[in-house]
């Protein structure tokens, strides 16, 4: 009984890593429009990932640092967020969301999408 308790609460606490965040919007890769001054692209993947390809207009700051550098990006300008894969932007968008950012939007599936849609 014990046993199955913990494993449902395992369970639940590694899902909610990759549910959904409420109150941050969803966006495919390949729906990005051209970015006006009212939007904050922040890419969160490692210098190297960011160096070795992005897309324009996105500022690197990796996932690890975010909580740290959060100060520089304006609260009430869109944030969207990008990886690889759309894992670490839903992490990324939880600790902006915690930190008092409404505005956000993380792109659903990363740089994995928007190479396959380009």
Same mark, same amino acid.
């Given at each position: $009984? ?5 494993? !449902? ?6 899902? &909610? ?5 409420? #109150? ?5 890769? #390949?729906?990005?429009? &051209?970015?006006? @001054? ?15 390809? /992005?897309? @324009?207009?996105? %500022? ?9 550098? =959060? /100060?520089?990006?304006? @609260? ?8 690889? &894969?759309? $894992? %670490?932007?839903?992490?990324?968008? @939880?600790?902006?969301?915690?930190? #008092?950012?409404?505005? !956000?939007?993380?792109?659903? #599936?990363?740089?994995? =999408?928007? /190479? &396959?849609?380009?």
């Amino acid at each position: $009984m014990i046993q199955t308790l913990l494993l !449902i609460i395992v369970i639940g606490l590694l899902g &909610s890593r990759f549910l959904p965040v409420r #109150g941050v919007k969803q966006m495919d890769a #390949g729906d990005m429009k &051209s970015n006006s @001054k009212d939007q904050q692209l922040i890419d969160v993947r490692s210098a190297i990932e960011f160096q070795t390809n /992005h897309m @324009k207009g996105f %500022r690197n700051i990796p996932l690890p640092q975010l909580k740290e550098q =959060a /100060h520089q990006l304006v @609260k009430d300008k869109e944030i969207y967020v990008i990886c690889q &894969s759309g $894992m %670490r932007s839903m992490q990324a968008a @939880k600790i902006l969301k915690k930190q #008092g950012f409404t505005k !956000i939007t993380n792109i659903k #599936g990363g740089m994995n =999408a928007w /190479h &396959s849609k380009a």
